[in-house]
């Protein structure tokens, strides 16, 4: 690797930019692709250049499938978790994100519940969600999950996530509760393909109900919607034959 692709490489990844580096197995030229601009001395046609994007879009390493000699190695940073509300459910999804390789942010700008002694080992924000979020600036991996139960807290940040590339965004309540959320979110002008976006109720159904279970159900919706995975349904099981009656 010549020294001027490993030193953008590496600023690349200090920043914490979608990076992918192309070689070409026959010759050893290659091309480093970061936010947006390209170095180096391989040159792709359209067609290779799409299949590189598509590789740091689904964070997947490999040979082009139909350029084989062209090898992808995509440097892409952590995936993000924003969780909006310090509340017994984020104490519990936090350290499940961490395991799952997530950088977790916590935003809530009460101090009374989003602190160290609740919150130890990860990023707390005290901003208000909506100037935190626009801060953060959701991107295609980052996932999104609005907890506090209040409208004052959930809207403006859902407002904010609901317009990002955020690959899920997921708003904790009832079914009756998201109507109304509904509602109140089209009176902030967003559109109902916007709004469509929500998972709500958030959370695969798993009969969670303790504040661990809905972490779980909330994690284990992020990891089915990341991998594009439809939800799983249940097939009917055949009926039992009636027994035969004896006597």
Do not use: C
């Not at 407002?159 to 902030?188: E, I, M, N, W």
């Amino acid at each position: 690797m010549k020294r001027e692709i490993l030193d953008r490489l590496q600023q690349a990844r200090a920043a914490k930019q979608p990076t992918a580096l192309v070689t070409d197995l026959t010759d050893g030229r290659q091309l480093l692709q970061a936010d947006g601009d390209s170095l180096g001395e391989l040159s792709l046609d359209a067609a290779q250049q799409a299949a590189v994007t598509a590789s740091i879009t689904t964070d997947r390493s490999g040979p082009l499938a139909e350029h084989p000699n062209l090898f992808v190695h995509v440097y892409n940073p952590p995936l993000r978790l924003l969780v909006v509300g310090a509340v017994h459910i984020s104490q519990a999804l936090v350290p499940i994100a961490q395991v799952a390789g997530y950088e977790v942010i916590v935003i809530d700008p009460r101090k009374a519940w989003a602190n160290e002694t609740r919150f130890p080992n990860v990023q707390l924000i005290d901003d208000w969600p909506d100037e935190a979020m626009t801060a953060l600036a959701p991107d295609h991996r980052s996932a999104v999950v609005v907890l506090t139960h209040d409208p004052k807290l959930d809207d403006p940040a859902l407002g904010v996530a609901l317009r990002s590339p955020a690959f899920y965004v997921g708003a904790l309540g009832s079914r009756k509760t998201h109507a109304k959320r509904v509602d109140r979110l089209r009176g902030q002008g967003l559109s109902d393909n916007e709004i469509a976006r929500i998972h709500a109720p958030i959370g695969l159904a798993v009969g969670a109900k303790s504040p661990a279970e809905i972490a779980i159900s909330i994690m284990a919706q992020i990891t089915q919607v990341l991998h594009g995975v439809p939800p799983l349904v249940k097939a009917k099981q055949p009926e039992a034959p009636a027994k035969e009656m004896v006597g």
